[in-house]
């Protein structure tokens, strides 16, 4: 028989948190409450991992692209870089562990970042990030 959590996951969170709230702990299962913990700590993580992404390929196009291309797309990659960097720096204010990640999260959402943009716009992006954690957060 499966678990109200496997049934019905809406419900189970009601139910468990009411139980915590009044005490009830023997009626709650811990293990499951950890998991979805450490599940809400990855998410956030995976959160911060695209916003860097989304941010450094737009970044890396206002910097690689030129001519009518540009012309064409720059309002947008700027507004997206405008809409990325505060939602940035609040997942850092409301989670400020998170900032000591940049930097083991930038290099492979740096390469993600260049390979679509060399994909998409046939150009070369340099080997390195040229951007620093500043630039990239606002």
């Not at 019905?8 to 409450?33: C, H, K, M, N, P």
């Not at 989304?54 to 309002?75: D, G, S």
């Not at 939602?87 to 290099?107: A, D, F, K, N, V």
């Amino acid at each position: 028989m499966s678990s109200l959590y496997d049934r019905d996951f809406y419900q189970w969170t009601r139910i468990t948190s009411a139980a915590l709230r009044t005490g009830q702990i023997a009626e709650v299962d811990l293990e499951q409450v950890a998991e979805e913990i450490e599940d809400i700590g990855k998410r956030d993580l995976r959160e911060l991992n695209s916003r860097l992404r989304q941010t450094l390929e737009h970044m890396l196009k206002l910097r690689l692209i030129r001519a009518e291309v540009r012309n064409l797309n720059e309002r947008g990659w700027r507004a997206s870089i405008t809409r990325q960097q505060p939602e940035i720096r609040t997942l850092l204010m409301q989670s400020p562990s998170l900032g000591s990640r940049i930097p083991e999260l930038l290099l492979p959402a740096y390469c993600d970042a260049a390979r679509v943009v060399e994909a998409d716009f046939g150009v070369s992006a340099p080997a390195e990030c040229p951007f620093s954690i500043e630039e990239i957060i606002g």
